[in-house]
């Protein structure tokens, strides 16, 4: 009789287990894989070897550019370092300087933040190569209830959230929105 009781439960377990993982986890970038691309909310320094009025720190605003002295509005989002380091030098050589020589280094990235089943939900700095399980640490860890197979993310210009599966080389990215589901028991 008891067995007879226990396999409706174990499939009604099953059931409610399997229905709470999303049937396909989308693929993410790994951290050794992901390119960081400058964006709204940036910080950046730029030097201009001998020229001191040419150098200085400039915030990306809204729409994605930064106010340079001499050539005004210059759009760098969506563009790599080094990317942004080579168009600044093709800029300032096309009629104000012979043979400019610029360096272009990341002073603050934009946040990301993490909310769910972790232990201090909240804003977190953004750092170069940080995986899921780094941004997780850095908020407490996971809670009990935490569901550690995978987690939803928003990345910062979607409207919608994904199943990514958790790996310890799952990359977050500036401006991501990582929620961390409650396990089913």
Do not use: W
């Not at 320094?45 to 009025?53: F, L, N, Q």
């Not at 934009?110 to 201090?120: A, D, K, N, S």
């Not at 990345?155 to 599966?165: D, H, I, L, M, S």
């Amino acid at each position: 009789m008891i067995r007879h009781t226990l396999r409706p439960l174990a499939l009604s377990l099953l059931l409610v287990t399997g229905a709470c993982t999303p049937k396909e986890l989308a693929t993410r970038a790994t951290v050794g894989n992901y390119v960081y691309q400058i964006g709204p909310g940036d910080r950046v320094k730029v030097t201009t070897y001998g020229e001191d009025r040419l150098t200085g720190e400039f915030t990306v605003n809204s729409a994605g550019a930064i106010s340079f002295p001499l050539l005004g509005t210059v759009p760098v989002a969506g563009k790599t370092l080094p990317e942004f380091n080579a168009d600044l030098q093709q800029r300032l050589a096309s009629g104000f300087m012979k043979n400019p020589q610029v360096a272009v280094e990341m002073l603050t990235f934009r946040p990301v933040y993490i909310l769910g089943e972790v232990q201090r939900p909240g804003e977190f700095p953004y750092g170069e190569r940080l995986s899921i399980y780094a941004l997780v640490a850095k908020a407490g860890g996971f809670t009990y209830r935490a569901n550690q197979k995978f987690a939803y993310v928003r990345g910062e210009n979607e409207t919608a959230e994904r199943a990514v599966r958790l790996t310890s080389a799952t990359a977050v990215q500036p401006g991501d929105t990582i929620r961390i589901p409650e396990r089913t028991f």
